[in-house]
């Protein structure tokens, strides 16, 4: 079966940086579009990232642009998310995802396939 397992969060201060990992099993990985998401207690789940298949294409949303960059080792089933000058309003619950999808530009996240278990991201001020 498909497995998303998410790891490198934890708990940072103001500024500093974390870089999340995910690693994918049971999917061929270089045919899914991968995202990263968060949820922030009482909130829904937002868009932070995503990855074509290649990892050629990348977008972001406007909150994190600039800070966060994601990228993808296909030889290694693995999707990164590096976290540079965080925020304490980037503290959430971070999870990954995967689509079965070539184009890019991908959202919504009822459009997702596949979901690791999240990792907690912590930024204190």
């Known amino acids: 079966q498909v497995q998303l397992v998410e790891s490198g969060g934890g708990l940072v201060q103001a500024g500093g940086s974390l870089r999340l990992s995910c690693a994918a099993s049971?999917?061929?990985?270089?045919?899914?579009?991968m995202g990263w998401f968060r949820q922030a207690p009482g909130k829904e789940r937002e868009f932070v990232a995503g990855i074509s298949w290649s990892g050629g294409s990348t977008y972001y949303a406007d909150s994190v642009k600039g800070r966060f960059t994601i990228s993808r080792d296909n030889a290694k089933n693995t999707v990164y998310l590096q976290m540079n000058s965080l925020k304490p309003e980037d503290t959430a619950v971070y999870y990954c995802a995967a689509k079965s999808e070539l184009r890019v530009g991908v959202r919504n996240p009822h459009e997702y396939d596949y979901w690791g278990q999240g990792t907690q991201v912590t930024v204190s001020s």
């Open positions: 049971g999917l061929t990985f270089s045919s899914y579009l």
